[in-house]
């Protein structure tokens, strides 16, 4: 057991951030209690394989021949429990820095909105680079004790008891790494037995690359001995074969890998010696969103060469498509001396992306084949993703597009429906992949731009996520079929006429109604004329055949805050009542203040179906003034 010196004691006051993660700490009812333990091994896994990587090019470290561990002991009459590990160890200021702030963003999203939303903070523990501070649930006192690796610096300690302050001062450790002795609270003496700890190891840290020591005093002779044994199994999973390895075996190293409370929904196991040798375990989470504020700060898979931790988030492995993979990736085709940023740059990486890629497209086509409900729920998650690469990979396009599934006007609500089976059921005469955008299923069902189509039993696509109008600027056709949007103002439809119902404007009416249109609108439109598509809507708009951005108009105003509406053109139905009943006000009172009300209201609509309008709200005040005209005087 180290010991601190009673010399050069320095009180130092936390960042606001920590005092006010420890007063959450402190004061929450918190469930789950025993991952302090996962976080603080986690933390020292990391410090682990980086003095790890830190020898492989430099010798001259402290204890270099140490075995990289970690070991827990335990006081139950103390009620004491020490982590310590061999690895990189602090100094002074890393101590201050690592352990007396919170550099993370993250951790101030979550502080600013853990207490009004009830955030659960077994789901936000560890992601924001606060795990440390998790100890503070069961801990009366935190004495942390550090010796650098570096031959220069000297052992400090840091101690806390998670008030608004905590104490650094020099040490007497001469052996490197970190050792944190925690004095229990009284409610938590639980984790001052080994039969706990054990089960906790077991539960959260099996796969921990390094050996966990329980070490536990037991009498002999008459004399106390420590008794070590390893309680981890630190099995490299992705090195085993794939038939040896049980189903429950893959969850539980995904849940300790990501901290994820969810089975995966989808596991790959590749094990090849070429093009490049590769141990690879990927997995395809159960959700985009795992918990309340979950999203990860970083993503990228774990790169090991000889089981030798490289890079903890390589961004270089898989096409950024496929960030929302988990798994770690393990070749022995990459020296051990190698640096991260040569990792990079080495030529056996680009292999190694391309067989990952290639695998991973492969095992979802071959979920979506055997098991369609599931790929259907990883389609509902991860779907926007694919359409990304779609949009993004050239070279991956023809293979990602088979992954494609869409809503329709042919299908259920909660049916889905690929490009093949779109192709397959088109009519003899149709030449195009009809698509219509919007902004979610249920209101683009109700789009005006379906009228023919329905009328004429043609199916029609629905695209709805934001990231569609980029995918479709992209993916041009799909065996030998253009891909159209509904909204064309020149678009080219089977040689069939939509049904029209009830009394047309006459022409001299109509060309009436639409000079009021044109000049109530103004510069907002780029024409008005009639609709030869419209059954039971009054109006749509369409874009002009020259408007080549028309697609990413959507995206556009939810990224650009001097977002402008396109300018395009509007259709009027002369057969539908409003129109008329418009028509009509315009002839016989046209100073009547409804016409020009209506124009805009139907306007306004037309945008708001095509999920462009740039303000809804203002549209209260004017439904206001109509409903009150509609309604009767009492």
Known sequence: MTQTTAQATESLEYRTEVRQLLDILAHSLYTEREIFLRELISNSSDALNRIQFEMLTNADVVDHDAELAI???????????????????????????????IAHSGARNFLAGAKEKGAALDEVIGQFGVGFYS??????????????????????????T?????????????????????????????FAGGWRLEQIVKKHSDYVSFPIYLVEEEEKEGEEEEKRRVINRRVALWRQPAQGVEAEQYNEFYKQLTFDAEDPQLHIHLITDAPVNLRTLLFVPSRRDRGHLSARSEYGLR??????????????????????????????????????????????????????????????????????????????????????????????????VELLRFHSSKSAPEAWVTLSQ???RMAG???????????????????????????????????????????????REFKGKKLQNVDDAGLKLPEKEAETKGETVPQPDFDALVGRVKGVLGERISDVRESRQLVNNPCRLVSPENEFDRDLQRIRRLMEQDYQTPVKI???????????????????????RLIDATIEQLFANALLVEGIHPNPVEMVERMQMLMEAALPAA
């Open 135 to 160: 100890v503070f649930m069961v801990a009366q006192e935190v004495t942390v004790t550090s010796r650098s690796y570096r031959p220069e610096d000297q052992a400090w300690a840091w101690r806390s």
């Open 303 to 400: 790169l090991y060469s000889r089981k030798i931790l490289i890079q903890n988030h390589n961004k270089d492995l898989l096409p950024e498509y496929f960030r929302f993979v988990e798994g770690v990736v393990d070749s022995e085709d990459l020296p051990l001396n190698v640096s991260r940023e040569m990792v990079q740059s080495n030529p056996n990486l680009r292999q190694i992306r391309r067989a990952l890629s290639n695998r991973i497209i492969r095992e979802l086509k071959t979920l979506a084949e055997n098991d369609t409900e599931k790929y259907n729920r990883l389609w509902q998650e991860f779907g926007v993703f694919i359409k990304e690469g779609v949009a993004s990979d050239p070279s991956s396009q023809d293979s990602l």
């Open 422 to 424: 779109y192709v397959e």
């Open 570 to 592: 509007l259709e009027l139905n002369r057969s539908h009542p409003l129109v008329r009943n418009l028509s009509g006000l315009v002839q016989n009172d046209r100073d009547n």
């Open 429 to 475: 005469e149709q030449e195009q992949i009809y698509y219509v955008l919007g902004q979610d299923v249920k209101s683009v069902a109700h789009s005006p731009h379906l009228d023919y189509f329905r009328a004429n039993d043609i199916e029609v696509l629905y695209l709805v996520d934001p990231i569609d109008g980029y995918m479709t600027a992209m993916l």
């Open 71 to 101: 070991a827990l002991r335990f006081d139950k009459e103390a009620k004491t429990l020490t982590i310590s590990d061999s690895g990189v160890g602090m100094n002074r200021e890393e101590l201050v820095q690592n352990l007396g702030t």
């Open 162 to 190: 998670g008030e608004s302050s905590y104490e650094l001062l020099p040490a007497d450790k001469s052996s490197r790494g970190t050792e944190i002795l925690i004095k229990l609270k009284e409610d938590a003496d639980e």
